[in-house]
């Protein structure tokens, strides 16, 4: 188990998600930053196990018994005793340290793994806090999480990290509603990222619906609503599951990770048709599947 010494600004348990519930207005939730959770899942050799999500760093805990665990993110330092190291990797912890994440300079996100996993409250399925939906509730200094079966195992590191560049690209499929607006104009706009949260990035533009509203229906995660001020907002992980704004079309999932680490910057969109589309999904779990069995395959 750990002891939660500092939780910072917001540390909550995620996991994949909860699906399946959206007929009852509740949303996925889940790892803003899938590729940050899944890599730190893989260095340990496991599949989607509970992490802790800890935006913008800053968290301090004691571990209490002997572990492996891995914290991940676009970029990052940890201090072991005071001892530091790079992030994107896995560690051995021993009881009694004491284990600071740096606050950070790069990104929004890091996702700290156990090897087999928090053994974290589930409601609806997962084991996802949703501030927003008050579904369970964020880490606070003094709490204590349990493991599910501590192990320690061979530490791994990785060269890889999500790629969030000065200009991001997002690549977008159109949808139904998308004659709705002037497209060859969206694309050729360049936004800025206005805000950003767990719901939704809002992007600072103007290309603006012809219809300012139009009747609420169901959104999912990706959709791009464009209000009448013609600001875009980019729905993530805790987005609500109804909306009246017309809808451009949807981010694939893999930009939205990035965008979810993008602090600043110029961000342009880029349409892509569904069925690459389909192929970017499919290629990108693929890749941490394998990689996460080559891990295996080494500790075994």
Known sequence: MIRVIKSGFLSTVQDMGRAGYTDIGL????AMDEFSYLLANALLGDKEKACVEITFGNFEFEAMRDFSAAV????????INSQKYKINRTFKLKKGDIVKIKPLKKGNFVYFCV???FDA????GSCSVSVREKILEPLK????LNLKAPEVIPNRYSKLSVDVPDVLELRIVLGHQKDLFNTEEFFKSEFEL????RQGAVLKGGVKPEKGDIISEGISFGTVQVPASGDPIVLLKE???IGGYPKIGNVLPVDCFR????????IRFKEIDLESAKKEVIEFYSFFKKLRFSFVEMYH
């Open 194 to 197: 206005k805000s950003i949260n």
């Open 141 to 144: 200094d003094g709490d204590v």
């Open 239 to 241: 987005h609500q599951t």
């Open 72 to 79: 991940c993110g676009i970029d990052g330092e940890i201090e």
């Open 121 to 124: 409250k589930k409601k609806y």
């Open 259 to 266: 965008l979810s680490q993008f602090r600043r910057g110029k």
């Open 27 to 30: 949303t996925h939730s889940g």
């Open 115 to 117: 090897k087999n996993g």
